[in-house]
């Protein structure tokens, strides 16, 4: 607007003739654009190493994966196993990774029911010599369900033992991947079954006494040992969680089997402890669902 304005009084003013007409401007070049820089060549993703379907899942831990108690009292029931079973209504994580017609031939369930994590370097080396795609590990609720929280497991002691298990499966199963399932919450299990008559009466046997021991007793002294033993599953499951970190082709649940809350239809009816086939399946379907993420 200011060179409208003075333009036009310029004009007003002038005197005498008028000027010729003025030679046209000459219209400047636009700027040069400098040249936009060509974008780096795009290159895909690494690929994950978790990536592709395991040809064979081989288990190791304790009476969990291996179903004790799901099928009939006292008794393992492999077949019922959320890992490598073989029963349909169960689906387990090897029915689903590896179909019914490779279960057979290409599973292998190594648990032993009252096992503890000391127990595991040993399993692990089993796992390796077959050279699986996959190996499950459930492991640690023996090591809090002693019959008092003094015996329970010491945490350095867990890590210890975890961390010669992982190193033995990497002797001779460099590429297997582990997926590790965390400890289950035994303060949610007692607060579960402690309204129930059957289950009282069967935990009295002994069963996880340092949990499960006088499950009416509301008193301080005993909500004091059950914190204590809970305590010590989380710090079970953060060494897990820390150790499966530190493998590159390793999957810990992030909780998940800690966080199930397994109500009565989930149990064993024999020992109120145990998951029942129903359990089982949920176990496999936590599993499964961790395993395929992308």
Known sequence: MGAVLAAATLAGCASGPAAGPAAPATASAPPRQAPKPTPPPTSAPPASPWGGSPGSVAAVGDSLTRAFDACALLADCPEASWATGTDPAVNSLALRLLGAGRVAGNSWNLARSGARVAALPEQMARAAAERPGLVTVMIGA?????????????????????????????????????????????????????????????????????MLADPEDLGAAAGERRAAVRERVVAYNEVLAEVCAADRLCRYDGGAVFGFRFDGSLLSPWDWFHPSRDGQARLAELAYRRITEK
Do not use: Q
């Open 142 to 210: 023996n090591d809090a369900c002693r019959p008092t929280p003094a015996g329970m497991t010491p945490v350095a002691d867990f890590r210890r033992s975890f961390e010669t298990a992982m190193a033995r499966l990497r002797k001779d199963a460099p590429e297997a991947r582990v997926y590790v399932a965390s400890v289950p919450d035994l303060l949610r299990l007692w607060d579960t079954g402690r309204a129930s008559p059957a289950a009282r009466r069967v935990w009295e046997l002994g069963v996880c006494g340092a």
